[in-house]
């Protein structure tokens, strides 16, 4: 025997704002303290290395520092920045990217590096090693000499800041 079809919006209705109101269960307590926007950042190294690991901030800073002077165009018009951090060259050499089976195989890598909003952008591996252009990327962690909320990738030459990635939380090698 078939419903009227008054009575099947009605059921539907009925179903709809039980799980509306249905309570839900509190948050789980765990001890820990929700992250916020001034806590120390990390950084993962991932994908086709030796040696992939977890850096905390404190890391990053322990290491040999650079600071570099770039100019950029934005919505502001031309503007300088100082940034001070490490070259990102030490952090890839460090994790050992593999190379593919044959020769002359090193130059095929990319670094995916990636914001924690999910803005992500590459690099060439030739772009970064001394033996070819030797570009002094940066992962920075104080702008003007003032901390940086987050780690921040800073590539010198991009006119725009295009490749210039907020808040660096991975770094992918590809």
């Known amino acids: ?5 008054a009575s099947c919006v009605a059921l ?20 820990q303290q929700p992250a916020t926007p001034s806590a120390p950042a990390g950084l993962a190294v991932s994908g086709r290395v030796e040696h992939p690991r ?11 520092p650079t600071t570099i002077e770039v100019t950029l165009k934005s919505e502001h018009g031309v503007q300088q920045a100082s940034f001070t951090g490490t070259l990102l060259w030490g952090v890839i050499e460090a994790a050992q990217p593999i190379d593919e089976p044959g020769g002359r195989t090193h130059l095929q890598h990319t670094i995916l590096a990636r914001g924690r909003d999910g803005y992500a952008v590459a690099l ?20 003007d000499g003032k901390p940086t909320q987050g780690l921040r990738l800073v590539v010198p030459g991009d006119a725009r800041a295009g490749r ?7 770094l992918e090698v590809r």
Not at 12 to 31: E, H, N, R
Not at 54 to 64: K, R, S, V
Not at 124 to 143: C, H, M, N, S, T
Request: no cysteine; hydrophobic share 45%.
């Open 1 to 5: 025997m078939r419903r009227p079809r």
């Open 12 to 31: 539907g209705l009925l179903l709809s704002g039980l799980i509306l109101t249905w309570p839900l269960p509190a948050p789980a307590q765990t001890g």
């Open 54 to 64: 977890a850096l905390a901030q404190a890391e990053i800073e322990a290491m040999p």
């Open 124 to 143: 060439a591996i030739g772009e970064l090693d001394p033996q070819f252009e030797g570009k002094q990327v940066l992962i920075a962690y104080r702008q």
């Open 164 to 170: 210039g990635v907020r808040d660096l939380v991975e």
